[in-house]
């Protein structure tokens, strides 16, 4: 895990300052997803990103006009080149939807990885929170088991509450 600041000299001593203040090193969820990516994950989501789009729908609206037109003699008996019932185009579109879907799983993997990448980041991010929390409170001269049992009422309570709007029963934001 990160620590607060470059400075290891432990937790009794406050984060070094730099030129903008307290040094904490909270590593970026975009950037270091970034650096996990592969050349094969960028094709992979390019591809996705493509075939996600109203273009790619267009473009095989166009295409499968174009080749049933061709193979029903609109240029021709020396044009066609798959007759009804259209196998070759069938055997073409059957292989792409094994491909996108491939690739689909593949960004969905990768997007699953992002998210765990996100929840480790979260927690540790809350972690830290809730330790500068504990030193702030102590700081100020508060009980941290009195703070964390009134935290774990208003946690009651607002379940309670939202127990109950899921039943249908009304309940006063106040009373929460």
Known sequence: ???VSDDHS???RPPRSGPRGPVV????ERIQFARMRSRQDRVADAITSFAGTMQFVYLHAVWFAVWIALNQGLLGEGAIFDRYPFGLLTMIVSLEAIFLSTFVMVSQNRQAAREN???DLDFETNLRSEVWSVHIGKA???DPREIEQHVQQIITQSKAGIDATQRGTPVD????
């Open 10 to 12: 432990g937790p009794s």
């Open 140 to 142: 100020l001269g508060l």
């Open 1 to 3: 895990m990160n620590s």
């Open 25 to 28: 090193r909270l590593p970026h």
């Open 117 to 119: 990448l996100r929840a």
């Open 173 to 176: 934001p106040a009373d929460l």
